[in-house]
């Protein structure tokens, strides 16, 4: 999983971060149908896409509430 092409980034100040992932399979012509992004603090969870049918796995743009600075 990456934040703005970052993996593990610390100090992102966007309210609008996007996400990336990397399909990892050991079969062959493996392609994603779908995706779904889940955003969690350490005590709760802030966004989840749902399911989206897509093809897409870079530049997935957050889409829930105002994050908080200084939270992980």
Not at 15 to 27: Q, Y
Not at 31 to 50: E, F, I, L, M, P
Not at 54 to 70: A, M, V
């Amino acid at each position: 999983m990456s934040i703005e092409y970052r993996h593990n980034p610390i100090g992102l100040d966007g309210v609008r971060p996007r996400f990336g992932c990397k399909l990892e399979s050991d079969g062959q012509n493996v392609v994603q149908t779908a995706r779904q992004t889940t955003v969690k603090t350490a005590d709760r969870s802030v966004w989840n896409s749902g399911s989206v049918q897509t093809q897409q796995s870079i530049l997935t743009e957050y889409l829930g509430p105002n994050l908080q600075p200084h939270t992980t």
